[in-house]
């Protein structure tokens, strides 16, 4: 037997040097008498075979399904809840997806709430980590975020002990008590991640401001951080019942290797919990005007502009979008495609021409029901300039669009409609595709495929038409959102006289003082 033994403490006792690397080291052999003892050592009860882990499986059993349906199906619906059910029928394996959505507006009701919501989720997720890495063992996963709207469970693996997982999770939360100890360490942390998004890459705060100036309803950082100290221990304890039960709205999805019978056992289950966390056992179903996801603002015509200074990074950043309308599945088309035909060349020109920046994105922007099509561009130039060269390349995309020939845009139509038919390749991705249609309201479940028949419906013109009406310089009608990111230790503050579109001076006001497009009405009737 050898026994190495490293330590400061042995400086000057060594009495060999190790040839390679010079290490001091002394070799000596163990006692007879140490030797002994070592042979009848008594039995040591801090080494212990670990107890059973009850989260792995024994059923690998995948079901045979008599009938599959091709989308999922609702198969409950009340007052406060709505259970859809997805039995899986290409995959074939012994897994299950589960999604939650506990809708309650007053999570988001003010910053106050919202950061009582965000603490209690970091605090119950902190306590569950001991109890259920066991279940991560057993490859079985969960977790909690908070939303605009209320509280997102997900759980995910080997069906046969997803019982277990959820009853151990639902448990915790229904009778979950804040610990003093914990509250003062995690809210801690939670208030320096919030400050610390100030050093956050400058792309992330132009989309971060861009998301809050278009969305109906938005807290910044800046209101969460002035609002942390302005509740306490006891308000976040009675916070958490009201959250659970007090007029709430249950919309979930079962997917993969489950029966309809176990999907309403694990709906039930939820239930029972939530139920327990007030003293009228019962849970308040939420009034039907509160179920709608919020809205987008309408951008007015013209070009408007929104600068936030950066004192962190000496990089600036854009994000521009174009808004384009609330989508239905021809215009949704349009934007893809659109996308799809300045992918290439946006890349192309201001990274590899005119090497803005590192950073050069293009793509479409969806929230509400409403679409457009953004650039985001990080750079060391400033703002303004970037500007300038994103309406530059928007410019010449006119006669791009015009010299495309019918077989470039017969392989543009194709090659869109390819990724958007590709079969998803994980269990974890379809369900994400059923979830989002479900969150969104739209239940659009057969979404790709009747956006690819209207897609190869499109001509040529029509795209131009869209151009011309959203995008190019040109349009009247365009509407036309920009964020500028500026650092504010490099470039001087940016007068309005020098700006090429409206400045918005206070984003709530600015918010608050547009209407609101409407929401988009669900594909099919629910109910």
């Given at each position: 037997?050898?026994?190495?033994?490293?330590?400061k403490?042995?400086?000057g006792?060594?009495?060999?040097?190790?040839?390679w690397?010079?290490?001091?080291?002394?070799?000596?052999?163990?006692?007879?008498?140490?030797?002994?003892?070592?042979?009848?050592?008594?039995?040591?009860?801090?080494?212990?075979?670990?107890?059973?882990?009850?989260?792995?499986?024994?059923?690998?059993?995948?079901?045979?399904?008599?009938?599959?349906?091709?989308f999922?199906?609702?198969?409950?619906?009340?007052?406060h809840?709505?259970l859809?059910?997805?039995e899986?029928a290409?995959?074939?394996?012994?897994?299950?997806?589960?999604?939650?959505?506990?809708?309650?507006?007053?999570?988001?009701?003010?910053?106050?709430?919202?950061?009582?919501?965000?603490?209690?989720?970091d605090?119950?997720?902190?306590?569950?980590?001991?109890?259920l890495?066991?279940?991560?063992?057993a490859n079985?996963r969960?977790?909690?975020?908070?939303?605009?709207?209320?509280?997102?469970?997900?759980?995910s693996?080997f069906n046969?002990?997803?019982d277990?997982?959820?009853?151990?999770?639902?448990?915790?939360?229904?009778?979950?008590k804040?610990?003093?100890?914990?509250?003062n360490?995690?809210?801690?942390s939670?208030?320096?991640n919030?400050?610390?998004?100030?050093?956050?890459?400058?792309?992330?705060?132009?989309?971060?401001?861009?998301?809050?100036?278009?969305?109906?309803?938005?807290w910044?950082?800046?209101?969460?951080?002035?609002?942390?100290?302005?509740?306490?221990?006891?308000?976040?304890?009675?916070?958490?019942?009201?959250?659970?039960?007090?007029?709430?709205?249950?919309?979930?999805?079962?997917?993969?290797?489950?029966?309809k019978?176990?999907?309403?056992?694990?709906?039930?289950?939820?239930?029972?919990y939530?139920?327990?966390?007030?003293?009228?056992?019962?849970?308040?179903?939420?009034?039907?005007?509160?179920?709608n996801?919020?809205?987008?603002?309408?951008?007015?015509?013209?070009?408007?502009?929104?600068?936030?200074n950066?004192?962190?990074?000496?990089?600036?950043?854009?994000?521009?979008?174009?808004?384009?309308?609330?989508?239905?599945?021809?215009?949704?088309?349009?934007?893809?495609?659109?996308?799809?035909v300045?992918?290439?060349?946006?890349?192309?020109?201001?990274?590899?021409?005119?090497?803005?920046?590192?950073?050069?994105?293009?793509?479409?922007?969806?929230?509400?029901?409403?679409?457009?099509?953004?650039i985001?561009?990080?750079?060391?130039?400033?703002?303004?300039?970037?500007?300038?060269?994103?309406?530059?390349?928007?410019?010449?995309?006119?006669?791009?669009?015009k010299?495309?020939?019918?077989?470039?845009?017969k392989?543009?139509?194709e090659a869109?409609?390819?990724?958007?038919?590709?079969?998803?390749?994980?269990?974890?991705?379809?369900?994400?595709?059923?979830?989002?249609?479900i969150?969104s309201?739209q239940y659009?479940f057969?979404?790709?495929?009747?956006?690819?028949?209207?897609?190869?419906?499109?001509?040529?013109?029509?795209?131009?038409?869209?151009?011309y009406?959203f995008?190019?310089?040109?349009?009247?009608?365009?509407?036309k959102?920009?964020?500028?990111?500026?650092?504010?230790e490099?470039?001087?503050?940016?007068?309005?006289?020098?700006?090429?579109?409206?400045l918005?001076?206070?984003?709530?006001?600015?918010?608050?003082?547009?209407?609101l497009?409407?929401?988009?009405k669900?594909?099919?009737?629910?109910d």
């Amino acid at each position: 037997m050898r026994v190495t033994v490293i330590s400061k403490k042995f400086a000057g006792q060594t009495d060999q040097t190790e040839k390679w690397y010079g290490t001091e080291f002394k070799m000596e052999k163990i006692p007879d008498e140490k030797i002994e003892i070592l042979k009848n050592l008594e039995k040591n009860e801090s080494f212990t075979i670990p107890v059973k882990n009850s989260f792995i499986p024994t059923d690998l059993t995948v079901i045979e399904h008599s009938v599959v349906n091709k989308f999922p199906q609702l198969i409950d619906s009340s007052a406060h809840k709505r259970l859809w059910y997805k039995e899986d029928a290409n995959f074939k394996l012994p897994k299950a997806y589960i999604r939650f959505e506990i809708r309650n507006p007053i999570i988001y009701l003010d910053p106050v709430n919202s950061n009582m919501c965000n603490l209690f989720v970091d605090l119950l997720v902190d306590s569950l980590t001991q109890d259920l890495y066991p279940a991560e063992l057993a490859n079985l996963r969960y977790n909690v975020s908070p939303t605009n709207y209320g509280l997102n469970l997900s759980f995910s693996g080997f069906n046969d002990k997803l019982d277990v997982l959820l009853k151990t999770f639902f448990e915790r939360m229904a009778a979950f008590k804040v610990d003093t100890q914990r509250f003062n360490i995690l809210k801690e942390s939670y208030q320096r991640n919030l400050i610390n998004y100030e050093a956050e890459q400058p792309f992330k705060h132009a989309i971060y401001y861009m998301t809050h100036l278009i969305s109906e309803k938005g807290w910044t950082k800046k209101q969460l951080i002035n609002t942390l100290n302005d509740f306490s221990i006891d308000d976040l304890q009675n916070f958490i019942p009201k959250i659970l039960s007090h007029g709430v709205f249950i919309e979930s999805i079962m997917f993969g290797n489950l029966t309809k019978e176990k999907a309403n056992e694990f709906q039930n289950l939820l239930e029972k919990y939530l139920q327990s966390t007030n003293h009228a056992n019962r849970i308040r179903a939420l009034e039907k005007i509160y179920h709608n996801n919020f809205r987008q603002v309408q951008i007015p015509e013209g070009n408007h502009i929104f600068i936030q200074n950066n004192d962190v990074h000496k990089t600036s950043s854009i994000e521009v979008y174009y808004q384009c309308g609330v989508q239905n599945t021809k215009n949704n088309a349009l934007v893809e495609l659109f996308c799809q035909v300045i992918n290439e060349s946006c890349f192309n020109v201001l990274r590899t021409q005119e090497q803005l920046g590192y950073i050069v994105a293009s793509g479409s922007r969806n929230f509400g029901g409403v679409q457009g099509v953004r650039i985001i561009v990080q750079s060391d130039k400033t703002p303004l300039f970037l500007d300038e060269r994103i309406e530059n390349f928007v410019s010449i995309t006119e006669n791009c669009l015009k010299q495309m020939t019918d077989e470039e845009f017969k392989t543009h139509v194709e090659a869109l409609a390819l990724i958007k038919l590709e079969e998803p390749k994980r269990m974890s991705k379809q369900c994400d595709i059923y979830w989002n249609e479900i969150s969104s309201h739209q239940y659009n479940f057969n979404r790709e495929s009747i956006e690819v028949e209207e897609l190869r419906k499109l001509s040529k013109n029509e795209l131009m038409e869209f151009y011309y009406k959203f995008i190019s310089p040109k349009s009247d009608s365009r509407r036309k959102l920009a964020v500028y990111i500026n650092p504010s230790e490099v470039n001087p503050q940016l007068s309005p006289d020098k700006l090429k579109g409206k400045l918005i001076e206070d984003l709530s006001e600015w918010r608050s003082s547009l209407p609101l497009y409407p929401l988009v009405k669900p594909y099919m009737k629910i109910d």
